[in-house]
């Protein structure tokens, strides 16, 4: 992995000499040329060092997402420079012929000058919008409320309210009070079902643990249940030893029971109200290789009547249309997160578009196939890049009818 970052990095760097290009058509002061290249150079050193001391041995996030932030902030947006200065010099290349002398020359050069403004205009706003995403973005948490139909509701179970949350990934938060405001907008939607589906930490149940007592005081009248995602069973961590990492998930449930949670793993649980039923499902993660498949639906809804209205959490929305829509259990709303929405993306009411939706068909919202739902949280915190840009941490409230 570092040798394709150094890759990449050096081949950015090469490319730096013909972004420079639009800095020299835009102003000839030799003091800011000087500083563009010390500054570059600076930027690429720091870079390098810390892709370099980075271990994977690492528990604390915080140098990960530093990688992440100087990359997206300082190197990828020149990118637009370099695209506006291609095409640019394509269409002065096509059009060479047809130019004339005198005048058509300095035509050329004003075109160039506003191209490479125009350029350097469009890197400046994606380094500032990467730059709001780290420090107002991924506290942006927003209530999407969502009425559903679900076949086979109980009467007493019209109106009933669930609250998802996904993906918090505690470890990445290194100031757990700033959460606050969301933990508030959580029990202000007066929930009576509270879902967490998957991803409570980055690799380590030890993330969590400054988390507590904040999640202990999110309210629900039927209870919070949660389930694990990809990332709860630490497998991309480096442990001590064999024992250190059995014990990881084992500590992981231990501490969501002392924040009020309880974990679902391959199971079912029972919400009665007036003598009638709605039935909960939890399967551990299940995801499209190389991710696990720990999931078993066949066992987690085990003596459920197919009639029966049900809610299954699954943290990987690929479960849906690889297993669960045609599964006979009739699983009629499957909640999940995972893919974040890649925190980077556009997501307006008529709009919806992220670099995820190449890898995950179904990466937000709500989708209908079969007669059964999939609903995907855009989740609540982040991973890597340490902030959200276009996609914010989502809170969703079911209504149930």
Excluded: C
Excluded at 140 to 150: E, G, W
Excluded at 285 to 292: A, C, I, R, T, V
Aim: aromatic share 12%; net charge positive.
């Amino acid at each position: 992995m570092q040798k394709t970052i150094l890759f990449v990095s050096g081949l950015l760097f090469a490319l730096e000499f013909y972004v420079y290009q639009a800095v020299k058509t835009v102003t000839s002061n030799t003091a800011f040329r000087v500083s563009y290249w010390v500054i570059t150079i600076l930027i690429y050193t720091f870079f390098i060092y810390e892709v370099l001391s980075t271990k994977k041995s690492d528990r604390s996030a915080q140098r990960i997402q530093i990688v992440a932030s100087v990359f997206l902030i300082f190197i990828l947006p020149k990118l637009f420079i370099l695209i506006f200065l291609l095409l640019e010099d394509f269409t002065r290349f096509i059009g060479y012929g047809l130019q004339k002398l005198g005048d058509g020359q300095q035509h050329l050069a004003d075109r160039r000058s506003f191209i490479s403004l125009a350029g350097i205009g469009a890197a400046a706003a994606l380094s500032l919008l990467f730059a709001d995403g780290i420090i107002f973005g991924k506290y942006r948490h927003r209530a999407r409320r969502v009425k559903l139909k679900i076949a086979g509701l109980p009467e007493a179970f019209r109106g009933y309210r669930v609250l998802q949350i996904s993906d918090v990934h505690s470890g990445s938060f290194l100031h757990p009070e700033k959460l606050q405001h969301a933990i508030d907008l959580i029990n202000e939607q007066d929930a009576d079902l509270i879902l967490f589906t998957g991803d409570m930490v980055n690799n380590y149940a030890e993330e969590f643990v400054p988390f507590v007592n904040l999640f202990k005081s999110i309210r629900s009248r039927d209870g919070k249940f949660s389930v694990l995602g990809n990332h709860d069973y630490g497998e991309y961590g480096t442990w001590n030893s064999v024992t250190e990492k059995e014990r990881n998930v084992p500590n992981l449930i231990e501490l969501q029971k002392q924040a009020g949670f309880k974990m679902l793993r391959n199971s079912h649980h029972i919400i009665e109200r007036n003598g009638e039923k709605l039935y909960l499902i939890g399967v551990e993660n299940w995801g499209e290789k190389p991710f696990p498949q720990y999931g078993d639906l066949d066992k987690a809804a085990a003596g459920i009547p197919a009639e029966a209205a049900k809610i299954l959490m699954s943290h990987d929305p690929t479960h849906f249309d690889a297993i669960v829509k045609n599964h006979p259990s009739n699983v009629q709303l499957t909640m999940s997160g995972h893919t974040h929405g890649m925190q980077f993306g556009i997501d307006l009411k008529n709009v919806r578009w992220s670099p995820v939706q190449y890898r995950y068909k179904k990466w937000a919202d709500l989708y209908e196939s079969q007669g059964k739902y999939l609903y995907v949280n855009r989740g609540f915190g982040v991973i890597g890049y340490p902030g959200r840009v276009g996609i914010n941490p989502e809170i969703t409230v079911f209504e149930l009818s």
